[in-house]
């Protein structure tokens, strides 16, 4: 019985401490919750309302830093995309300054500037070179050819070749295989007249002791002729640096035959030798073959035959002495009207000068 008792008694002193410290833990249960309602009390706004603040969660903050770090991540690529660009520009902009700021110093040429366009970072203004206009090529059609060559006069009694041929023309083209000009040429001659013959009565030379020691064989004949012509030629070619052509001319001769000594003071039957001359004018017509050499657009040579032959003969002549008296003038006579009828070949070379 008192056994009983006894646990019953301390059954209930065991309920008892579990009832107070239940108490105790239920009094700081309602102290945390009101210091947790307290800080997680509604908030009032600036206008006079409560909201709630939202608990965040710890994979809402992840997803927040996460957001953060893409942000920054994205502003740092757009930035570095941005510098490479504006360095890219400003590269681009000074090489093609560069080059064409170099272009405009070595070249002779029309040039126009074009605003840049708006970029984002400022450039140089680029030039833009416009085509060069195609040059108009002027031919040089006056030209001046100073000549010299060679001539051999043949005729039925006579062949005598020149120690002086040379000339100057002026040449003018009319269309581009066309050419007129003027002329003047210059021929001397030195004939050696080894045919003296006494006429009229006289004795043959080769019988009179007198001449033949006074004269020798033969007299030195000088022989000048100055020629003035108007010419045309025909190029048979017209853009190449060889320019062949065919051409012809009408000229004015003036002659003059002299013997070189004076007379030697040689007198026979009264006839004082040593007076002998005779000049002459005729009209003769010229056909001309050859070629024009450029070397530049002003510079080059020429190179032609001519054929040459009187049309008329004898007018506005002159004798010194009278030929029926004095044989050596009669001489001179025959020789110029020989002349006048021959056929003349001269070979010249010459220079071109267009202007």
């Known amino acids: 019985m008192k056994t009983r008792t006894t646990k019953t008694l301390i059954l209930l002193a065991g309920l008892s401490m579990n009832l107070s410290l239940m108490a105790q833990a239920h009094g700081q249960d309602e102290l945390l919750f009101a210091t947790d309602s307290v800080l997680n009390s509604p908030q009032l706004d600036i206008d006079g309302f409560y909201q709630e ?3 965040e969660s710890p994979a809402d903050r992840m997803a927040k830093t996460r957001r953060k770090l893409e942000e ?19 590269k681009l902009a000074r090489q093609l300054n560069k ?32 085509p060069a206009p195609t040059p108009v090529v002027v031919e040089n059609t006056n030209k001046i050819l100073p000549f010299f060559g060679v001539t051999n006069i043949r ?30 040429g210059y021929t001397q001659m030195d004939i050696k007249d080894y045919s003296n013959q006494f006429v009229n009565g006289f004795n043959n030379p080769l019988f009179n002791p007198g001449y033949l020691q006074s004269f020798g ?17 025909l190029f048979l070619t017209n853009r190449s640096k060889i320019r062949p052509f065919i051409g012809g001319a009408l000229n004015y001769n003036r002659s003059k035959l002299q013997y070189t000594d004076n007379g030697n003071n040689f007198n ?28 530049t657009e002003q510079i080059g040579m020429s190179l032609d035959f001519r054929y040459t032959r009187g049309l008329t003969s004898g007018f506005n002549s002159k004798a010194e002495a009278d030929p029926f008296q004095n ?4 001489r001179l006579q025959n020789i110029g009207t020989e002349i006048e009828s021959a056929d003349f ?11």
Request: glycine fraction near 8%; charged fraction near 20%.
């Open 99 to 130: 080059a064409f700021t170099d272009g405009f110093n070595n070249m002779d040429q029309v040039q126009t500037t074009q605003a840049a366009p708006v970029v984002a970072a400022p450039v140089a203004p680029i030039i833009v070179e416009a």
């Open 268 to 295: 026979l039957n009264n006839i004082q030798f040593g007076d002998e001359g005779y000049s002459t004018s005729y009209v003769g017509a010229t056909g001309m073959i050859g070629s024009e050499i450029l070397f």
């Open 217 to 233: 064989q033969g007299r030195n004949i000088d022989y000048k002729n100055i020629q003035m012509l108007v010419n045309s030629k």
């Open 72 to 90: 920054r991540n994205e502003q740092m690529v757009q930035k570095k995309i941005e510098d490479i660009r504006i360095r890219e520009e400003q």
């Open 345 to 355: 070949f001269s070979l010249n070379v010459g220079v071109v000068v267009k202007f």
């Open 53 to 55: 603040k939202p608990q």
């Open 155 to 184: 005729g039925e009694r006579i062949d005598f070749e020149s120690k002086i041929n040379m000339g100057l023309t002026f040449e003018s083209l009319v269309t581009d295989s066309l050419s007129v000009g003027v002329g003047i």
């Open 327 to 330: 044989p050596d003038q009669l």
